[in-house]
T-cell receptor, first 109, second 115 residues
Framework: GQSLEQPSEVTAVEGAIVQINCTYQ??????LSWYQQHDGGAPTFLSY????GLEETGRFSSFLSRSDSYGYLLLQELQMKDSASYFC??????????FGTGTRLTVIP | NAGVMQNPRHLVRRRGQEARLRCSPM?????VYWYRQLPEEGLKFMVY????????ESGMPKERFSAEFPKEGPSILRIQQVVRGDSAAYFC?????????????FGPGTRLTVL
């Protein structure tokens, strides 16, 4: 089976940097994805890491260490609109995604 | 290019009725996935389909739930004899044949309320 752990809540100040960690246990592993979901909205794709290292896309970066079964999402220059839930998800085979329970990020002025 | 479409957006059913949720994937996408999300929780994988085939239904409850993706028309998630515990948001996602980054595109969801 699959299990993922991420913090349930994080609060950060506008303009700051925040890191959301994700550890996983899975019987098969193809990659780690991150999705953003605003209240009442649909999840939207942020990033995908299949190999170790850092992937950067604008203000967001994602990191993966396969040997440690660990990844993180880094958000820089936080804006109020970044307040949302962030989910890590593992691809364990085929195209299926197994999601963590999400981290609710609150950005304060 | 329209995104993933789901309807209805909101559905109210009484216990024992049937719920039918529809999903039209993005144009050119042949893979469809259904997820269920309870309030304040993550998305739980239910089923993965390609046209006319169920690829993985390991997340589907054994009874009352079924899914299809016919050759023509939208994918359908069907819940028979609904119970209060079925109240949740049901999201459909789609992906192209061979995505390189494993991205799935989500629809706006159907919020099912069982009275």
């Amino acid at each position: 089976g699959q299990s993922l752990e991420q913090p349930s809540e994080v609060t950060a100040v506008e303009g700051a940097i925040v890191q959301i960690n994700c550890t996983y246990q899975t019987s098969g592993f193809y990659g780690l994805s991150w999705y953003q979901q605003h209240d009442g909205g649909a999840p939207t794709f942020l990033s995908y890491n299949a190999l170790d290292g850092l992937e950067e896309t604008g203000r967001f970066s994602s990191f993966l260490s396969r040997s440690d079964s660990y990844g993180y999402l880094l958000l820089q220059e936080l804006q109020m609109k970044d307040s949302a839930s962030y989910f890590c998800a593992v691809s364990a085979g085929a195209n299926n995604l197994f999601f963590g329970t999400g981290t609710r990020l609150t950005v304060i002025p | 290019n329209a995104g993933v479409m789901q309807n209805p957006r909101h559905l109210v059913r009484r216990r024992g009725q049937e719920a039918r949720l529809r999903c039209s994937p993005m144009k050119g996408h042949s893979h469809v996935y259904w997820y269920r999300q309870l309030p304040e929780e993550g998305l739980k994988f239910m089923v993965y389909l390609q046209k006319e085939n169920i690829i993985d239904e390991s997340g589907m409850p054994k009874e009352r739930f079924s899914a299809e993706f016919p050759k023509e028309g939208p994918s359908i998630l069907r819940i028979q004899q609904v119970v209060r515990g079925d109240s949740a948001a049901y999201f459909c996602a789609s992906s192209p044949v061979a995505g390189t980054n494993n991205e799935q595109f989500f629809g706006p969801g159907t919020r099912l309320t069982v009275l």
